[in-house]
């Protein structure tokens, strides 16, 4: 087999020169990435038409890898960046992939506010419980009593339940899988590229080496088994009881709603406004 | 962007009556700006809401977000999908703006940030003047950079600087400020809108290199600035606020790109300062002592000059239009005639030390105030008598 031959079947979504990538061996946001290229590519997408906005975190520079435009942004901000891209031009598919600190710690005030208003815009939450990039220090999502470098005594803060908070704040379309369930990822995320509104899946997704190696369960593959034995689907279940435990991840689709979008509400404003 | 019959349906042309932060939306919309992103703040809400009644009579969005740091992310996403975009606040509000002016001086992004300046430290006196956030503007984001401040010091000149920032936002692709005090922001005064024909206007350079893996979004042309392509247009380009090569590729582990891309950033305002800096002198050919100030406080400062030159005092005016970057070299070349500088600020004393700096030696003489009221003319004549007897 020559090197020519060796071509990933989403090349095309990928801009070849920001690889190799940085992220640690056996990470899920690989996962994340080949889950958001197989949506896109079946679901024949303009890759001219797609932004990917990204804050900061190992997931966040995920933007650079995508071979769309794409935008890495300070650390929290990609909502409030990507909001500010969709009204600008409302023909472009919006999606921000970010991670749970950026999204839920630094960035929640942006992220309830764009669910709020129901930005048209696709966002994708790695999960991995861990800041990873500064080396593990506990999050919003860090589990009661786990290990990271700022808590060397056990975890002593309760833990958002995202799919809740999405849910919450009024998002369309709420989902949560693991980078285990590829085939359910794909779906959700082809699911949220067509639906109009703010919609959010969350991805509980492995980071062996920063969090899971602290806290027994030292390999990639030691870390997927606890989403294989845990995940239980239950579609359409209370999101205020979709916990994620050491012995139940729930996952599957919890919302799944029509309201006007904030680019129809602004549509019909301005013509509203133009009429006077 | 626009074309000439819509500009022109869009623009107000005529005599009006009416307030700076008023000038400033209207400035705005003149100069092609179709979006406003921000947060209610005493003294600048008056440009929010003239925005939101704005807006989508010219085809425009506004959009009031949760706080001043998603105001200016979302006026970074805008204006990096090809619109003209704005922001306002005021000294709180630019205090939570700082972060996303780094990404916007760092990814090259045309925009443009006014602040109606009010009593600070932090909650201060929101209904009072201020000039406490010039330095602020020059170095409140961390790291090191040049950026452009104007400060208008009429309700005419809200209208005409804020049509200059987005000028040269759109030149230099840099975040462009347009730093008024509260009462240049609330005062009423009547204000000639041209017509839109004769409003110069510029727009960013576009890019010409073809598309596809090779191209460079931030490989600059001979002026330094990069031609910018916007989102949507099949360039596929990443911008990330990481330190970057021409290609946008994160550059975190060379010191070779750190320098290349900081030191453009600098020089590309740098070495195009004779461009952008205006001043205006009033009397200052045959002046023994010059008044810097800026703002109102100009306004007072031509009032106490011509005083003084009522009574055979050979004064003069310098009023800074561009704060940032500094006019170094239009002080300094009074020196040879001008025995001290007389530098009236609301504020501790802030420009006063670039006074000084470019003063090279001439005695430069400070006078503050703090508070609801500007200075008085005559409290400025008052100095100017002072430091000529010294």
């Known amino acids: ?276 | 962007m626009l074309t000439a019959t819509e500009k022109s349906k869009f623009v107000l042309s005529g005599q009006h009556f009416m307030n700076g932060d008023v000038a400033c939306a209207e400035g705005a919309i003149a100069a092609g700006c179709r979006f406003f992103a921000g947060y209610p703040i005493t003294p600048a809400t008056e440009i929010a809401e003239r925005m939101a009644r704005r807006m989508p009579e010219v085809d425009g969005i506004y959009i009031q977000m949760e706080d001043e740091i998603a105001s200016m992310a979302a006026v970074i996403g805008a204006s990096y999908a090809g619109v003209k975009a704005m922001t306002a606040t005021s000294g709180p509000g630019f205090s939570l703006m700082q972060e996303n002016i780094g990404l916007a001086i760092m990814t090259e992004t045309p925009c443009v940030i006014v602040n109606i300046m009010r009593g600070g430290p932090s909650t201060g006196q929101p209904t009072m003047p201020g000039q406490q956030d010039v330095m602020q503007a020059r170095w409140g984001t961390h790291g090191d950079y040049e950026i452009i401040a104007l400060a208008p010091s009429s309700v005419q000149e809200m209208f005409d600087l804020t049509v200059e920032a987005f000028n040269l936002s759109e030149t230099y692709r840099v975040p462009v400020f347009v730093l008024a005090d509260e009462i240049v922001g609330h005062m009423w005064e009547r204000v000639t809108i041209p017509h839109a024909e004769s409003i110069h206007v510029v727009n960013r350079k576009k890019p010409t290199q073809l598309h596809g893996e090779d191209y460079a979004p931030f490989q600059p042309d001979r002026d330094l600035v990069p031609p910018m392509a916007v989102f949507g247009q099949g360039y596929r380009f990443h911008a990330t606020g990481l330190t970057h090569d021409e290609r946008g590729r994160p550059r975190t582990d060379s010191s070779e790109a750190q320098t290349r891309l900081v030191q453009r950033l600098c020089d590309k305002i740098r070495k195009n300062k004779e461009k952008i800096i205006q001043v205006e002198n009033v009397m200052v050919e045959d002046a023994e002592v010059a008044v810097v100030a800026y703002g109102i406080a100009a306004r007072a400062g031509l009032s106490a000059v011509r005083k003084a030159r009522a009574t055979g005092i050979k004064a003069g005016l310098i009023r800074l239009i561009t704060l940032w970057p500094f006019p170094d070299e239009q002080i300094a070349k009074v020196v040879n005639h001008v025995k001290a500088f007389v530098v009236p600020e609301m504020n501790c004393g802030q420009m006063v030390r670039e006074v000084e700096r470019a003063a090279k030696g001439t005695p430069v003489a400070f006078l503050s105030k703090l508070g609801e009221e500007p200075h008085r003319p005559s409290e400025i004549l008052d100095v100017i008598g002072e430091v000529l007897k010294k």
């Open chain 1, 1 to 276: 087999m020559t090197t020519e031959e060796l071509v990933h079947p989403y090349e095309r979504f990928l801009r070849k020169g920001m690889i190799p990538h940085i992220w640690c061996e056996g990470c899920g946001n690989g996962i994340i990435l080949n889950c958001f290229a197989q949506a896109l590519d079946e679901l024949n997408i303009d890759l001219d038409n797609v932004v990917v906005v990204s804050g900061i975190g190992c997931i966040g520079r995920v933007s650079g890898y995508t071979n769309t435009d794409s935008f890495h942004t300070t650390h929290g901000r990609p909502i409030a960046f990507a909001t500010g891209v969709k009204l600008a031009n409302p023909e472009l598919k919006v999606a921000v992939i970010s991670g749970d600190g950026d999204l839920f710690a630094i960035g929640g005030n942006h992220f309830i506010h764009a669910a709020r208003r129901n930005m048209d815009l696709k966002v994708i939450c790695a999960n991995n419980f861990i800041y990873g990039m500064t080396g593990g220090q506990y999050g919003p999502t860090t589990p009661l009593d786990a290990w990271t470098t700022t808590t060397p005594y056990g975890n002593i803060e309760h833990t958002f339940n995202l799919i809740h908070l999405a849910a919450a704040c009024g998002a369309v379309y709420v989902a949560r899988w693991t980078a285990l369930h590829v085939r359910r990822l794909t779906e959700s995320i082809k699911k949220a590229l067509q639906k109009e509104g703010f919609t959010f899946i969350e991805v509980v997704s492995q980071c062996p080496e920063i969090f899971g190696r602290y806290n027994k369960m030292e390999t990639p593959l030691k870390m997927i088994q606890w989403f294989k034995q845990a995940s239980q689907v239950q579609h359409f279940s209370d999101p205020a009881k979709a916990e994620i435990t050491p012995n139940k991840i729930v996952v599957g689709e919890f919302v799944d709603i029509e309201k006007p979008s904030y680019g129809r509400l602004l549509k019909d404003m301005t013509t509203r406004a133009k009429q006077r």
